[in-house]
């Protein structure tokens, strides 16, 4: 999830270290905030494989910084793996929010699709917090309004993204 939001903020535009973190945490931060000992590996580890490259630029005030461009090949890799999501990326939610954020990017609106379709799929299963064995528990079995308001919640929430999922796909399969 990290790289991947590395690639796709870099995408955009290049970007020094500090900004990058920022959007980042903006993205996924309120759930899994990026720490610098986090990102600085992630970024080494990207640049080592050539998907991106560091230039160091005069600062405006203070010392300089090293602004990060991503290569032809991190935009190759980027668009790959939005092509490619592995499952949990599918039906991790903050994962999942990661690759909308940079879906785009992917130019092909049947390769667009075809991820959506996946999502919409996992949101199509039977699923629940809670079972009786096999058996998905509904927000409506529950007598304690913590658990049926987290079913409740998250009932809302699948139906919206189902809808949109929908209409997305019509628009990209017209």
Do not use: C
């Amino acid at each position: 999830m990290l790289e991947l939001a590395i690639l796709g903020f870099l995408y955009d535009t290049p970007l020094h270290g500090y900004e990058l973190r920022k959007r980042i945490t903006a993205l996924t931060g309120h759930v899994r905030p990026i720490a610098e000992s986090t990102l600085y590996p992630a970024i080494k580890r990207l640049e080592k494989a050539g998907l991106l490259e560091r230039a160091t630029e005069p600062g405006a005030v203070a010392a300089p910084r090293h602004v990060l461009t991503l290569t032809g090949a991190g935009g190759q890799e980027l668009r790959r793996r939005l092509a490619e999501p592995g499952r949990r990326d599918i039906t991790d939610e903050n994962r999942w929010f990661t690759v909308l954020a940079f879906l785009r990017h992917l130019d092909d609106p049947a390769a667009q699709s075809a991820v959506l379709r996946r999502r919409l799929a996992f949101l199509e299963e039977p699923a629940s917090f809670f079972y009786d064995g096999d058996r998905p528990l509904s927000a409506e079995e529950f007598d304690d309004p913590f658990r049926r308001g987290i079913l409740t919640i998250a009932r809302a929430t699948s139906r919206a993204e189902t809808r949109w999922l929908r209409e997305t796909l019509a628009s990209l399969e017209d």
